[in-house]
């Protein structure tokens, strides 16, 4: 658990890193470098802000990394019987991500799925469950490498935050649920159960908290899911 809070710490401190980079790109060149020599000072100014954003990356990767030790560890029993269909999770063909994404498709009709691939081969999965959530969801093979939850009617992309509090508690929940399906092993697996974590957000706005029994708690309707009964919790009344 401590691992799983360092890594999204970490994702969080890259996100922001990273959303430096963007604006000082967006801003271009300004005032503050001067005349003499101002592409080389921007220039200076970017590289600085991308090794910044480097160094957060290999920092995250490191505590991801033992985080999915930790993980084997765990499950050291059942994946030696699996050896033999172990695939690499960012490194798969276009096609078995397509064929994994389609039998979601199938099995869950609820959940209303589109893909591109804007980044070359990685896929960015729009999902819209009902008239309550809609999500963006950026895989790198199969692996799932970031999530944005939106409530219904907004705009969908990964750059930006919902408008709700609601919506930007599930997407903090998301990622956990991300980190905690995780399996290098078992990559469309570990999609499946994150889909059937976020298709549990259905009745979002009609479910009690299993605790406390109430509907809102401090504004908000239970926004955490158990990861394994899938039940629903306020923030506060987590088993
Ligand atoms: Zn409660």
């Avoid at 005032?31 to 101002?38: I, P």
């Avoid at 080389?40 to 985080?67: D, G, Y």
């Avoid at 944005?148 to 903090?172: A, C, I, M, N, P």
Wanted: glycine letters at 4%; a positive charge; proline letters at 5%.
């Amino acid at each position: 658990m401590d691992q799983l809070y360092r890594a999204m710490s970490s994702i969080k401190i890259l996100r922001c890193s990273v959303g430096e980079v963007f604006s000082t790109l967006a801003n271009g060149l300004c005032a503050d470098h001067g005349e003499e020599g101002k592409e080389t000072k921007f220039l200076l100014e970017i590289q600085e802000l991308l090794s910044s954003a480097t160094q957060h990356l290999s920092n995250m990767a490191v505590s991801l990394m033992s985080q999915n030790s930790l993980k084997r560890s765990h499950t050291n029993s059942s994946t030696a019987k699996r050896k033999k269909t172990q695939t690499s999770s960012h490194n798969v063909p276009p096609q078995t991500v397509d064929n994994v994404i389609n039998s979601i498709d199938r099995l869950f009709p609820d959940l209303n799925l589109s893909f591109s691939r804007p980044f070359h081969t990685n896929v960015v999965l729009q999902v819209s469950l009902g008239q309550v959530l809609q999500a963006a969801v950026a895989f790198r093979g199969l692996m799932i490498e970031w999530v944005v939850v939106k409530g219904y009617g907004e705009s969908l992309d990964l750059w930006t935050e919902s408008r709700h509090k609601v919506f930007r508690k599930l997407t903090e929940n998301a990622h956990a649920a991300m980190l905690h399906f995780y399996s290098p092993t078992l990559p469309d697996l570990a999609v499946r159960s994150f889909m059937t974590w976020i298709r549990s957000y259905n009745s979002l706005f009609n479910d009690p908290c299993k605790r406390c029994n109430y509907h809102l708690h401090s504004g908000l309707p239970p926004t955490w899911r158990d990861l394994r009964t899938l039940q629903p919790y306020h923030e506060e009344c987590k088993p």
